[in-house]
């Protein structure tokens, strides 16, 4: 059974950091490209990070750039999201989501990130 369990949410600073882990339940995580989303209230699903397979191809969506960091440990079934120099904007429930190269997708249940003085 495929899933996904997002953890290391919580509440920082701004300028504060926080690193998100999403752990995977199997071997087939090795297949599957990587994503980082996130959605605050009232605003919708948006793309914050992209790793591919292997880890050599990563992307990330504008308002993170330079900021986050996406990664990932094939032997250990983990996806991470290093953030930096959180802003309250970053404030969202962020999600993992895994996707074949069929293009079948599975998203964990997500964790709060809370950035507020």
């Known amino acids: 059974q495929v899933q996904l369990v997002e953890s290391g949410g919580g509440w920082v600073q701004p300028g504060g950091s926080l690193r998100l882990s999403c752990a995977a339940s199997g071997s087939w995580f090795r297949t599957y490209a990587m994503s980082w989303f996130r959605q605050a209230p009232g605003k919708e699903r948006e793309m914050v990070a992209v790793?591919?397979?292997?880890?050599?191809?990563?992307r990330y969506g504008d308002s993170v750039k330079g900021r986050f960091s996406i990664s990932r440990d094939n032997l250990k079934n983990m996806a991470y999201l290093q953030m930096n120099s959180l802003k309250p904007e970053d404030t969202a429930v962020y999600f993992c989501?895994?996707?074949?190269?069929?293009?079948?997708?599975?998203w964990g249940q997500g964790t709060q990130v809370t950035v507020s003085s």
């Open positions: 989501k895994a996707r074949a190269t069929d293009a079948t997708e599975y």
């Open positions: 790793i591919d397979r292997t880890g050599n191809i990563r």
